[in-house]
């Protein structure tokens, strides 16, 4: 966005904020989905993040290099004041049907239920992050916003943003790491019960279990 753009949506010009929605609001449509997990919450939150951006207009400051930080900073506070955003985006998780089994799984199969399993099992973690945190991440490894341009959308020093992604990074390790103990995760095929051959008692084995 350049200079006289910037003046112009300050001064209240209708066009100038078409072509900063028509810029950004796909962007910010995908932020927002990344930290609820809810695509009617994403629209919902793009909706009121440019209504906010066109309330605070005069806010923007006409010096800075770039547009953008202030809008994923508007994001972020309307993120912020949905109380429900992380509850919403487990729920939505969980609510994702189990793939269903095969007889016969190839490698190639099994390689590709592990990496969906695995990605379920990330976004659950990143819902669980402390909120500071899990801003961060959200704008700095997802919406590839740098340390700089994620500092002045959360109004923290960059030495703050640094030292919060480290340590994002670092729990959400661990925390996806527990979310692939847990069982009945997406993804993870169910226990199938059936009768074992020469046995009158009846055994539970695993589809894991069937095709090793």
């Keep these: 966005m350049n200079v006289s753009l910037r003046s112009r949506l300050r001064a209240g010009d209708?066009?100038?904020?078409?072509?900063?929605?028509?810029?950004?609001?796909?962007a910010v449509h995908r932020h927002a989905m990344r930290a609820t997990g809810d695509w009617s919450a994403a629209e919902e939150v793009v909706s009121l993040t440019f209504l906010e951006v066109w309330r605070l207009r005069e806010k923007l400051d006409a010096n800075d290099d770039s547009v953008h930080p202030w809008v994923?900073?508007?994001?972020?506070?309307?993120?912020?004041?949905?109380?429900?955003a992380a509850r919403r985006h487990r729920s939505a998780m969980y609510r994702m049907p189990a793939l269903e089994t095969a007889p016969d799984f190839s490698d190639e199969?099994?390689?590709?239920?592990?990496?969906?399993?695995r990605l379920d099992a990330v976004k659950a973690a990143v819902a669980r992050l402390r909120k500071n945190d899990r801003e961060v991440f959200l704008l700095?490894?997802?919406?590839?916003?740098s340390y700089a341009e994620a500092a002045q959308a959360l109004g923290i020093a960059v030495g703050t943003v640094r030292s919060r992604l480290a340590r994002a990074r670092k729990r959400l390790h661990e925390l996806t790491e527990e979310e692939l103990k847990k069982p009945g995760r997406p993804g993870e095929p169910p226990a199938v019960r059936e009768q074992i051959r020469g046995d009158r008692a009846p055994a539970v084995r695993s589809t894991q279990e069937t095709v090793q």
Excluded: H, I, K
Aim: net charge negative; aromatic share 10%.
């Design 109 to 117: 199969v099994a390689e590709r239920l592990d990496a969906d399993r």
């Design 14 to 26: 209708p066009e100038a904020f078409r072509e900063l929605f028509q810029e950004l609001a796909q």
């Design 72 to 84: 994923y900073g508007v994001a972020t506070n309307v993120l912020r004041n949905r109380g429900r």
């Design 140 to 145: 700095c490894v997802w919406s590839d916003l």
